[in-house]
């Protein structure tokens, strides 16, 4: 027996010479499964060693060659939460020097995971093992590919995690469909929305019955949005198409909200009410307040506030509540399409429900209000938005500054665009445009050039806007030399080689002689007769009643179905805003040319140079430049002006076949109409147009002013005076053009007390006189003279 038997100098040191190694003979097998308890010791023992000073250098001795390393091993001491990531980073490392051991998928697959703990952190170890493997041809599994794009795209490391994608292209085509998702979210946050389509397009067409939940909704509804804000309508429509040949496609309620509001914002206003149709035909989903917000915003923008106005009285009987954002989007769809008694009511009401307005609510009433020219409301609702507490913005100055401007009310404008430079609030380069535009108009070019050296010294962008606002109106006032000095002063070098280059193009392109084959065509060509402008407008419009459609008193959107049912007639046919002769506030190489064509088109038409203006568009829509509905407009209006009614009529027929919302027929196209509808005094016309837009939801100030005008011309003062009743209904206030244009009608048809009325309610209103006014005055005293004269010879002779 063994028993107090003398221990040999073999035996004679403890079981665990090192706590690594029993001896120099005897290897522990951890897997063996009679010994659990040594290979539970052994780790225990290796966590100890890493635990301590020293870390892996404690492994590094005579002994620690002989333990033999496996995959379960290693797992063990990954897998321990008490050791410190870097310790279990260097104890990898060290494995991976041992020539009798080889890292598995599975050890690679653990240490990376470990690593996503803290992404940003260890970004360099991660991409360090992911070089590892692909060196030894280890494959990475794809639940571990996910897990990494995950944990870098929850740190906001998107291009960290694209980049992964450079070390795992060898498994990109054995990925599990689901792990796409995580590949998209990472391109469409990194802004690689390209390659975010083409992944999306190869995730679809893998799709099949087996894994038809493969893709997410949420990950198609991001890119959805993602391509909506940047604009990409092609690729959007694209997405949605390829979505939509899927049976079981991937979208949820949110998903048909991105796509009804995208179309909506779009002109596209048929498919957001089609798609509107589909949710509640299909019972897929129940529209949310957020689906009503959308189809209200795509109404507005579409100029059918009419119809938004219905569907948002609605949206509160239909088991929804309005929220601010409902109550914003109607309150601007009435204040731009100058429904400012509508938009005064909702704002009450939005208070009356709890709901605090925010500045950009006080913005969109305080801009109605001026170009309703209802100073004195813009004025107590500016004190209003102060009481509240809603801080102004540098936009709400500068609607401020530019309806006093347009109210006539220039000395107040300039006052304060004074004292907010004054202030050094408030101020920023559109300030400076709007002011330059107004002081422009007046003729003041040297005072303009000194705000543009002053926006220049203030380091505020002279944009092509405020250049184009100075070009026009030096060759208004024949000021040819204030080009050169505009060009000393603009240090803006993007834009100004860019300007001098299109110049000259444009002057040496003018000069070019063309054939007289193309001087002999027409440009335009005659469609047909002006007078039939009324069946142009019928065929695009189909004006909705709620009181003349059939209600279905089941539905909790009757309305709503209706307009749904009615989709395909349901086009814009007035857009919301009236078209700019430039619309970007600075250089845009897609834009550039058709904004410097608008101005030279304006600049030639100033000057009554007609064919100067129609060759230089005939030269640039022949470059494949694309006119806008300004460049549209401006040639109408000379034409009519002209006399010229039935190509203006052929310039109409070109713009409503563009079919684009950038050539919609919009304010000022109307007002040509009504223009030339009076010079053929076909008055009768052009009451029947009004009704038409007034059903459409969308008359402004000048429109009413340009029909005022034909009806009294044409001696229809009853629909005069109804006009003048409409107009005021709508919230709008007659300005000084309204009450010059009621009087000199009224003089010239011998109806002088009605003339005299509107001279007093023109006083009692507090609108100031203009020079035309003093015309005015002295044609009705002249008249009034007559009229005396004439009554008393008439007693003489009785």
């Given at each position: 027996m063994l028993h107090g038997r003398r221990r040999t100098a073999s035996h004679s040191k403890p079981l665990f010479r090192n706590p690594l190694i029993r001896s120099k003979t005897t290897i522990i097998q951890p897997n063996n499964s009679k010994s659990k308890l040594g290979t539970f010791l052994l780790v225990a023992s290796i966590v100890k060693s890493l635990s301590e000073p020293g870390g892996t250098r404690n492994l590094n001795n005579e002994e620690s060659s002989l333990i033999s390393l496996s995959e379960p091993l290693v797992l063990q001491i990954l897998r321990r939460s008490s050791l410190d990531v870097s310790k279990k980073v260097d104890f990898f490392k060290w494995c991976s020097l041992r020539h009798n051991y080889k890292h598995s998928a599975s050890t690679y697959s653990q240490v990376l995971q470990t690593l996503c703990i803290n992404p940003v952190i260890h970004k360099n170890d991660i991409f360090e093992f992911l070089a590892s493997m692909n060196r030894e041809g280890v494959v990475l599994d794809s639940s571990t590919f996910k897990f990494l794009l995950d944990s870098f795209i929850k740190s906001g490391n998107f291009d960290s995690a694209l980049e992964i994608l450079d070390h795992a292209e060898n498994i990109l085509d054995r990925l599990n469909p689901d792990v796409y998702n995580s590949v998209l979210i990472a391109l469409i946050r990194s802004n690689h929305l390209t390659m975010a389509l083409?992944?999306?397009?190869?995730?679809?067409?893998?799709?099949?019955?087996?894994?038809?939940?493969?893709?997410?909704?949420?990950?198609?509804?991001?890119?959805?949005?993602?391509?909506?804000?940047?604009?990409?309508?092609?690729?959007?429509?694209?997405?949605?198409?390829?979505?939509?040949?899927?049976?079981?496609?991937?979208?949820?309620?949110?998903?048909?909200?991105?796509?009804?509001?995208?179309?909506?914002?779009?002109g596209k206003l048929e498919t957001s009410l089609n798609l509107f149709k589909e949710m509640k035909e299909k019972s897929l989903f129940a529209p949310d307040l957020c689906t009503y917000n959308s189809l209200i915003q795509s109404l507005c923008f579409n100029g059918k506030?009419?119809?938004?106005?219905?569907?948002?009285?609605?949206?509160?009987?239909?088991?929804?509540?309005?929220?601010?954002?409902?109550?914003?989007?109607?309150?601007?769809?009435?204040?731009?399409?100058?429904?400012?008694?509508?938009?005064?009511?909702?704002?009450?009401?939005?208070?009356?429900?709890?709901?605090?307005?925010?500045?950009?609510?006080?913005?969109?009433?305080?801009?109605?209000?001026?170009?309703?020219?209802?100073?004195?409301?813009?004025?107590?609702?500016?004190?209003?938005?102060?009481?509240?507490?809603?801080?102004?913005?540098?936009?709400?100055?500068?609607?401020?500054?530019?309806?006093?401007?347009?109210?006539?009310?220039?000395?107040?404008?300039?006052?304060?665009?004074?004292?907010?430079?004054?202030?050094?609030?408030?101020?920023d380069g559109i300030t400076y445009s709007i002011v330059i535009l107004h002081i422009c108009k007046e003729g003041m070019i040297d005072e303009a050039m000194e705000l543009v050296e002053e926006m220049e010294s203030r380091n505020f962008v002279v944009d092509l806007v405020t250049i184009t606002h100075l070009l026009v109106a030096?060759?208004?006032?024949?000021?040819?030399?204030?080009?050169?000095?505009?060009?000393?002063?603009?240090?803006?070098?993007?834009?100004?080689?860019t300007l001098l280059k299109w110049k000259a193009n444009m002057e040496s392109s003018m000069k070019d002689p063309q054939s007289r084959e193309k001087d002999s065509t027409f440009m335009f060509p005659m469609k047909g007769d002006f007078k039939e402008i009324l069946s142009l407008i019928t065929q695009n419009t189909n004006p909705s009643r709620k009181d003349t459609i059939d209600i279905n008193p089941w539905s909790s959107s009757p309305y709503m179905d209706h307009l749904a049912d009615e989709a395909k007639s349901n086009k814009q046919i007035i857009s919301s805003s009236k078209g700019k002769r430039v619309e970007e506030k600075g250089i845009n190489v897609n834009s550039f040319d058709v904004n410097m064509m608008n101005t030279y088109i304006s600049i030639y038409l100033t000057k009554g140079k007609l064919s100067l203006a129609c060759k230089l568009f005939e030269i640039f829509?022949?470059?494949?430049?694309?006119?806008?509905?300004?460049?549209?407009?401006?040639?109408?209006?000379?034409?009519?002006?002209?006399?010229?009614?039935?190509?203006?009529?052929?310039?109409?027929?070109?713009?409503?076949?563009?079919?684009?919302?950038?050539?919609?027929?919009?304010?000022?196209?109307?007002?040509?109409?009504?223009?030339?509808?009076?010079?053929?005094?076909?008055?009768?016309?052009?009451?029947?147009?009004?009704?038409?837009?007034?059903?459409?939801?969308?008359?402004?100030?000048?429109?009413?002013?340009?029909?005022?005008?034909?009806?009294?011309?044409?001696?229809?003062?009853?629909?005069?005076?109804?006009?003048?009743?409409?107009?005021?209904r709508s919230g709008i206030n007659p300005d000084v053009v309204t009450y010059n244009t009621l009087i000199e009608v009224n003089c010239k048809g011998g109806r002088l007390k009605e003339a005299h009325k509107f001279l007093k309610m023109m006083v009692d209103a507090d609108c100031a006189p203009n020079h035309v006014t003093d015309t005015t005055l002295e044609f009705l005293e002249k008249e009034i003279e007559k009229q005396k004269h004439k009554q008393k010879s008439k007693r003489r002779r009785t």
């Open positions: 083409f992944t999306f397009f190869k995730l679809l067409d893998s799709i099949t019955d087996e894994n038809k939940n493969s893709m997410d909704a949420a990950t198609c509804n991001e890119l959805l949005v993602a391509l909506r804000k940047a604009g990409m309508r092609a690729e959007f429509r694209n997405a949605f198409d390829k979505l939509r040949e899927k049976k079981n496609f991937p979208i949820d309620v949110r998903g048909y909200n991105i796509c009804i509001h995208g179309f909506g914002n779009w506030v009419n119809d938004a106005l219905i569907v948002f009285q609605e949206l509160k009987t239909s088991g929804h509540e309005p929220d601010p954002f409902t109550y914003r989007i109607i309150i601007q769809g009435c204040c731009k399409c100058y429904k400012i008694n509508d938009a005064t009511k909702i704002f009450s009401e939005m208070q009356h429900n709890g709901f605090l307005p925010d500045t950009i609510i006080y913005n969109s009433l305080l801009d109605g209000f001026l170009k309703s020219r209802k100073l004195t409301d813009a004025c107590q609702l500016f004190d209003k938005m102060s009481d509240d507490g809603v801080r102004a913005s540098s936009s709400t100055y500068n609607i401020l500054i530019d309806g006093l401007f347009k109210n006539r009310r220039g000395q107040a404008a300039y006052a304060l665009f004074g004292d907010l430079k004054k202030k050094g609030q408030f101020v030096f060759n208004k006032e024949g000021r040819r030399g204030c080009e050169e000095r505009l060009m000393k002063h603009i240090k803006n070098s993007n834009l100004m080689p829509t022949d470059l494949g430049v694309d006119p806008v509905s300004y460049t549209y407009n401006s040639l109408m209006s000379s034409l009519v002006k002209k006399g010229y009614l039935n190509e203006a009529y052929g310039v109409l027929s070109e713009m409503g076949n563009k079919k684009d919302s950038a050539t919609t027929a919009d304010v000022a196209t109307y007002n040509m109409i009504f223009q030339g509808l009076g010079k053929m005094g076909r008055a009768d016309l052009a009451s029947a147009v009004l009704r038409r837009l007034v059903d459409g939801g969308f008359v402004d100030l000048v429109m009413y002013n340009t029909l005022i005008n034909v009806l009294g011309k044409g001696g229809r003062f009853d629909e005069v005076n109804r006009v003048l009743e409409e107009m005021k």
